[in-house]
């Protein structure tokens, strides 16, 4: 009797086993067949030169954290948080959840309705620096002791930044018509006076040679290069793509480790690349609308992570991610999970960055929803931080000191060991998030 008893939880045990394996098995296989639409890299009926921007050598690449581990479940049951594999919206089922990182205020605050910076970069002492979007600003980050500071002298007009490997950082111009230099040893800030006008740069990357490659955001797309072994600064004015797009205006550059460097549009539906020869194209494929159309902002910022040898595009109002295959140029769209979509504001993302989990996150912009994608599978999920923005206060508004959700909860972030520093924008108080 007892030996029957025994004999049958054995077999039920057995049963209980197989079903989740077969449920984790599904699971897996959720949004990871997914096809790469499109071919190969032409530059047929563009025409564009490289005139005094292009040069030859063997590929520099950046590199990536590595990709970490994968989640292999669907689900997060918590209140606030949907976790779903790519277009499949919330499951109760939490399959080998993964954690999401701790939500810190930084210490000190820095006043003021506006956005106050789209820029960091670290120096090697371990300050963050951070110059003034359309306000005097150059702002400190401590991360050995989590607390900001203004300082009394500041600059304007900058927005991104490429960090080189001459040992500098550079500040992009956007309305302003130097590039601003952080020495990363000595953690010192110059300007260097290049353009006539504002060139309304947003983002760049360093191709071969130490030529850092700045597509405008402006109607008429221009390619300006800086050489940092000579201070040259070149441009091209590219013919527009076959398809045909009434603004071609790009904010955000990756490179990969060939030394090639890919751009989406930001209006228009195109993918832009620049070869390790310094030679500008199209990419051939379908067009990239993340799920919207007309003046709706689809793309900002582009995310190499070389353990896929992929590019990663989050939108700011688009409602899916652009993946580029940079080992054949083609390309696909992941859609986010509509229980997302349904609660998020508009406005979602600054610009994304690849944290030390090895998932890809946005970062807070009008909203204190957070969305991530795993490079390996494209399983999405996404979480709502509105409780420790409110940090004890009756609203996520008085927690963060947020004046205008136009103004932005933060900007552009820097991966910092296990920690993730996110910029000032339209709050008093700056954000950490630990891993």
């Known amino acids: 009797m007892f030996y029957s ?9 057995k049963s209980s086993l197989k079903k989740m394996e077969d449920l984790e098995d599904k699971a897996s296989g959720i949004g990871v067949g997914s096809s790469s639409v499109g071919v190969g890299s032409s530059s047929a009926g563009i025409g564009s030169s490289s005139v005094g921007v292009g040069s030859s050598s063997a590929g520099i690449g950046s590199s990536s954290a590595g990709i970490g581990s994968s989640s292999a479940g669907i689900g997060s049951s918590s209140a606030g948080i949907g976790s779903s594999s790519v277009g499949i919206g919330s499951s109760s089922t939490n399959l080998n959840s ?14 003021g309705n506006l956005t106050k910076t789209r820029t960091m970069a670290l120096d090697d002492n371990g300050t963050i620096h951070s110059l003034g979007y359309k306000s005097d600003m150059h702002i400190e980050t401590d991360t050995s002791t989590d607390s900001i500071k203004r300082n009394g002298v ?5 927005i991104g930044n490429v960090e080189a490997s001459d040992g500098y950082t550079y500040f992009l111009p956007a309305y302003q018509t130097s590039i601003g230099k952080l020495g990363r040893k000595t953690g010192s800030i110059t300007l260097e006076k290049k353009f006539a ?27 300006f ?15 527009k793509p076959s398809r045909y797009t009434f603004c071609n205006h790009i904010w955000g550059a990756a490179v990969d480790k060939k030394g090639e460097i890919y751009m989406p549009q930001v209006l228009g539906t195109s993918v832009a690349k620049i070869d390790k020869f310094g030679i500008f194209s199209y990419l051939d494929g379908p067009p990239a609308t993340s799920g919207v159309s007309g003046w709706t902002h689809k793309y900002v910022g582009a995310i190499y992570v070389e353990a896929v040898d992929k590019v990663f595009c989050l939108p700011r109002q688009g409602k899916k991610i652009l993946i580029i295959n940079c080992a054949d140029d083609t390309y696909e769209e992941v859609d986010l999970p509509e229980d997302y979509l349904a609660v998020a504001n508009k406005n979602k993302n600054f610009h994304g960055f690849l944290a030390p989990d090895g998932w890809i996150y946005s970062a807070f912009w009008a909203d204190t929803k957070c969305f991530r994608i795993n490079p390996e599978t494209y399983e999405v999920q996404w979480k709502d931080y509105e409780h420790e923005f409110m940090d004890g206060k009756p609203t996520a508004k008085e927690g963060s ?23 000032l924008a339209g709050t008093s108080r700056a954000i950490k998030l630990e891993f």
Request: aromatic share 10%; charged share 15%; hydrophobic share 30%.
């Open 5 to 13: 008893i025994i004999r049958k939880l054995i077999k039920s045990l």
């Open 154 to 158: 500041g600059y304007k007009g900058f």
């Open 197 to 223: 006008s504002c060139p309304q740069i947003r983002s760049g990357a360093e191709g071969n040679d130490g030529i850092i490659y700045m597509p405008s955001y402006t109607k008429t797309l221009h390619i």
């Open 98 to 111: 993964h954690s999401w990182p701790t939500f810190k205020y930084l210490d000190n605050e820095i006043v």
């Open 225 to 239: 290069s800086y050489n940092t072994n000579t201070g040259e600064v070149a441009s091209i004015t590219p013919q």
């Open 401 to 423: 000191g947020i004046m205008s959700l136009g103004t932005g909860y933060s900007t552009t972030a820097l991966v910092k060991g296990s920690d993730v520093y996110l910029g």
